[in-house]
């Protein structure tokens, strides 16, 4: 049973354009969501990360949205640039007091020059 | 940010032996850490969970006379993989957090092989 979904295994935008990847999620429990970001053979490198109390949070150019009606949050990178290139993994974290976070499969973004 | 220092990148080793992994937390102290396993295109699957000062919790299905977690100090934590066979190959990683934060920051990752 997944609970954290990223249905894009891969997305291709150009430099430039905005990037934008989706997560949805099933467990109503779940109050902190995260994105990471991860390069072949590294660990993931946290990005930006959102309270479910809010419904969006911007870091330079990144922003994450979270639509908790929906279940949806999404990162928006803009503008895109090769270097982006990389695995993005959603990840939410569960009400309560373990900090164990459920990772999504992740998308494979490509940032074409 | 945080810097979570994993050793070895890599290994290989024979199958029946067994292997240690390290990871330390450089500039923090580590209240909580996590080990994770990715296969190949897949996301990443909590191992265990340990604090410190308490044994590791460990997830459904993993074994952990099998993956020993040693969560030594609030700095360190090693994960130990005994006896082992080509289907432990894998990438493993382990990821710390400290108290007030909710991210966690990882390590650089192991890409263990079994031959």
């Known amino acids: 049973d997944q609970q954290v979904k990223q249905n894009s295994p891969s997305l291709s935008v150009q430099e430039g354009r905005i990037s934008i990847l989706n997560c949805d999620y099933t467990?109503?429990?779940?109050?902190?969501f995260l994105w990471y970001k991860k390069y072949p053979a590294e660990g993931p490198t946290f990005l930006i990360s959102?309270?479910?109390?809010?419904d969006k949070n911007e870091d330079g150019r990144f922003t994450v949205f979270l639509n908790k009606s929906a279940k949806h949050l999404s990162l928006h990178i803009v503008p895109s640039q090769p270097g982006d290139s990389a695995v993005y993994f959603c990840?939410?974290?569960?009400?309560?007091?373990?900090?164990?976070?459920?990772f999504g499969k992740g998308t494979l973004l490509t940032v074409n020059p | 940010g945080a810097v979570v220092s994993q050793h070895p990148s890599w290994v290989i080793c024979k199958s029946g032996t067994s292997v240690k992994i390290e990871c330390r937390s450089l500039?923090?102290?580590?209240?909580?850490m996590f080990w994770y396993r990715q296969f190949p295109k897949q996301s990443l699957m909590l191992m265990a969970t340990?604090?410190?000062?308490?044994?590791?919790?460990?997830e459904q299905g993993v074994e952990k006379d099998k993956f020993l977690i040693n969560h030594a100090s609030l700095t360190l934590s090693t994960l130990t993989v005994t006896s082992a066979h080509p289907e432990d190959s894998s990438f493993y990683i382990c990821?710390?957090?400290?108290?007030?934060?909710?991210?966690?920051?990882f390590g650089q990752g192991t890409r263990l092989t079994v031959v």
């Open positions: 959102i309270s479910s109390i809010k």
């Open positions: 500039d923090f102290q580590a209240t909580t």
């Open positions: 990821s710390m957090r400290n108290s007030g934060h909710f991210e966690a920051f």
């Open positions: 990840a939410a974290k569960n009400g309560g007091s373990n900090y164990k976070l459920t």
């Open positions: 340990s604090n410190e000062g308490s044994k590791a919790t460990y």
């Open positions: 467990n109503s429990m779940f109050d902190y």
